[in-house]
Each structure stands twice: as C-alpha cells, then as structure tokens.
C-alpha cells in the first residue's frame, strides 16, 4: 500500500503574540496564528490582495523556540502537517477547525521587520526542526552582521541569488 503525503509550506506574518503552555510532563505547546497573501489581478486589471490566516502549533523545543523568539508581525518559514479536528462545544454543537502542526520552523527578516534577531534587516534566527530523537536546531544559527544591509538592486537580474533561501 503507498504511503500518503500530508506536508504544509507556509511562509507569512504572526497576527499575535505567541500562546505557550505547557503539559504537566513539562512539554511546551505554542499556538499562533498566522497570516499569508496572495496577490492577484482583477478583470479590471487591480491588484486584489488575499489574506488566509493559520493555526499553527509547535510542540516540545521547537514551541519553546517559538515563545521566546517569535512576535506579533514576525516574518517565519513553517514546515508541518494539516490536521482536522473537532470538538462538542459547551453548547453541545460539534465545532470543526483545522490547524497546522509545525515540524520545522526558521525566523526571517531582521529585529525592525518583528523577526528573532539578526541585524540591518538581514535574515536571522535559524532553522529549527522536530524529529524522534528530540527537538535540536537544524543547523546552528548564522553570526549577526554589524555591518549596513547592502543598497537593494536596480533590477531583478541584479538580486544575488542566494541557496539558503527555504523553497
């Protein structure tokens, strides 16, 4: 029998402050909730911007991560898997929503963009990730710049391209 695929991308901005709890086990579990736009042109030819919203939930390390370094406006990539769930409500009606587990998570942008760290706008954090063994970062984080953010190209055939880039 072949397996399934049940994998989410998701790069946006937080629309609050992140929601830690913890288990009695002492495992933390961070909520947030997350913003992405579309942009699109009309028939009358007008831009036309979309914005769908994400419950995303980081479990163990990487949710201790998220509380502490992520806030309202930050710029994150989250890696995960779509669940749908359901629950009856006080009032007896069952409630459907659907949420996104995050099994991988990096910052983005720099302090004045929201992001976890970094400087002169430049990428920051780092890339974090879940997996069986524990919650460990992916790679360790890249050394904060001191130095000016370099002038933005003149033209796209201008922009450096860089490998790091998450998609």
């Not at 749908?84 to 009032?91: E, V």
């Not at 942008?109 to 919650?135: I, K, V």
Request: glycine share 16%; hydrophobic share 30%.
């Amino acid at each position: 029998m072949a397996r399934g695929v049940n994998k989410v991308i998701l790069v946006g901005n937080l629309g609050n402050d992140p929601e830690v709890k913890y288990t009695q086990g002492g495992m933390a579990i961070t909520k947030v909730s997350l913003a992405t736009t579309s942009v699109r042109k009309d028939k009358e030819g007008n831009q036309q911007e979309q914005t769908q919203w994400h419950r995303v939930t980081f479990f163990g390390k990487l949710g201790e991560i998220a509380g502490e370094y992520l806030k309202k406006g930050s710029q994150v990539y989250v890696e995960g898997e779509i669940r749908y769930d359901k629950f009856t409500g006080q009032d007896g009606v069952e409630k459907f929503f659907t949420e996104i587990v995050a099994n991988e998570m990096q910052m983005l942008g720099g302090r004045a963009e929201g992001g976890g760290g970094g400087g002169g706008g430049q990428r920051s954090g780092g890339d974090y990730q879940r997996d069986s063994g524990g919650d460990r970062p992916a790679r360790p984080a890249p050394a904060q710049r001191r130095d000016p953010a370099p002038p933005k190209p003149a033209s796209f055939d201008d922009v450096p391209f860089d490998d790091d880039i998450p998609f």
